[in-house]
Structures are given as C-alpha cells and as structure tokens.
C-alpha cells in the first residue's frame, strides 16, 4: 500500500492515515523516497508483525507441520526491519509505536506535521 498512499496524497491530497501490512511494505519501499521528494501530506502505518504470520497456518491447513528450517525462514527477526531507520534513510520522518499510547502521540504527530510520516507500529 505504499505506492497506494503515494498515489492518493498526489491525486487528493492529505486524507488521513494509510494503513500497511507489514508483509508487503518491503517491495515497495522505494515509495517512501517519493513521498519525500514530493513532501506529500500523507501519514503511513506499518503493521510490523515480524513474522509471514499466516504460513504457519496454511501449512497446518495442508496438514504439514512446520519444522526448524521452516520456522526460521518465516520468521521476519534475523536481520530485523526498522522501518523508523529505513523511513529516515528515504528522508521521512518516523516513529516507532508498541503501546496504544506510543501510537496515538505517533499519530497525533503524524497528522499534525507537514510532509510524510511513517508509524511502525510493532504487533
């Protein structure tokens, strides 16, 4: 949903808070340079689960259990993603939230400043 939220912060300007899934984010990351060079009014929320969450559980759907390898290679921690790091390394200013409190201050300043912002909202 990155290119998504670039997309409607040119066509309409701010319009509140994008959410991103996690998963996806990592293909699209060139985004956050583009909300940069533009200083497009756009607020995007990370959902950092840290892990392919939902592979585990098509593999038992398949009857397949999961085993060593199979856990490490869904497990998003080794390296791990900051995306406060990589939003900044794009030039967008970001914050990490792991609380409802660290994330409604990260909001209330996302929506508040000019230009983007990126939350990382760790789950």
Known sequence: M???ATGAAVACGP???LPERGRSAMY???SLWTQAREKLDV???IFANRSYAILPGELLNVGAVPGLN???MFDLENPSLDWVQMANGMGVEAAMADTAETFHRALE???NSKGPFLI???I
């Open 15 to 17: 319009q509140g808070p």
């Open 28 to 30: 699209t990351l060139q």
């Open 120 to 122: 990382e909202a760790r």
């Open 70 to 72: 199979t856990r490490t």
């Open 43 to 45: 607020t995007t929320v």
């Open 109 to 111: 300043k996302g929506l």
């Open 2 to 4: 990155l290119p998504e």
